[in-house]
């Protein structure tokens, strides 16, 4: 069962505050359809919440595919457009807001992230993390995202 805001105390910092290592990213359909993984199910990736009110989250594909050149500028599209679909990395200040974290991207590999804030429900127990995230999709259909993080 999930707490709600209403029934739980306030994060304190010191849960999430330090460097995280992805276990896993998974996304749940509300419709049933079948469970999938951005990054397979094997993804990898570090998140860092900073004492000072940073953050930093990198996640990506165990095995990236490689470029078509040994220099990104000398690299076609095609190799360029998978090297972004298989990874994801943005930064800025963070907040603790009850239950939640709100993560206001400064920079992102993603330009339509920067100068959002986005929301995360946090679940943290002993060395572990969640943070979890509802998305309404085309057609009213809706997914939720659930990241889990160890300590590191």
Same mark, same amino acid.
């Given at each position: 069962? &999930?707490?709600?805001? !209403?029934?739980?105390? #306030? /994060?304190?910092?010191? =849960?999430?505050?330090?460097?995280?290592?992805?276990? %896993?990213?998974?996304?749940?359909?509300?419709?049933?359809?079948?469970?999938?993984?951005?990054?397979?199910?094997?993804?990898?990736?570090?998140?860092?919440?900073?004492?000072?009110?940073?953050?930093?989250?990198?996640?990506?594909?165990?095995? &990236?595919?490689?470029? !078509?050149?040994?220099? #990104? /500028?000398?690299?076609? =599209?095609?190799?360029?457009?998978?090297?972004?679909? %298989?990874?994801?990395?943005?930064?800025?200040?963070?907040?603790?807001?009850?239950?939640?974290?709100?993560?206001?991207?400064?920079?992102?590999?993603?330009?339509?992230?920067?100068?959002?804030?986005?929301?995360?429900?946090?679940?943290?127990?002993?060395?572990?993390?969640?943070?979890?995230?509802?998305?309404?999709?085309?057609?009213?259909?809706?997914?939720?995202?659930?990241?889990?993080?160890?300590?590191?």
């Amino acid at each position: 069962m &999930r707490m709600t805001e !209403s029934h739980a105390a #306030a /994060l304190n910092p010191q =849960d999430v505050i330090g460097s995280w290592h992805l276990v %896993e990213w998974r996304v749940d359909y509300a419709d049933g359809r079948p469970t999938t993984w951005p990054f397979g199910p094997d993804a990898i990736g570090v998140l860092v919440y900073a004492s000072d009110g940073w953050m930093s989250a990198t996640m990506s594909c165990r095995k &990236r595919s490689q470029l !078509s050149a040994p220099s #990104a /500028l000398k690299a076609d =599209d095609a190799s360029k457009a998978r090297a972004f679909q %298989e990874y994801l990395a943005y930064s800025g200040r963070w907040e603790i807001v009850g239950r939640s974290i709100a993560h206001d991207v400064t920079m992102s590999m993603n330009p339509t992230l920067v100068g959002t804030r986005q929301w995360r429900e946090a679940e943290p127990s002993g060395d572990s993390l969640i943070l979890a995230a509802d998305e309404a999709l085309p057609g009213g259909a809706k997914r939720r995202h659930s990241i889990v993080w160890r300590r590191q």
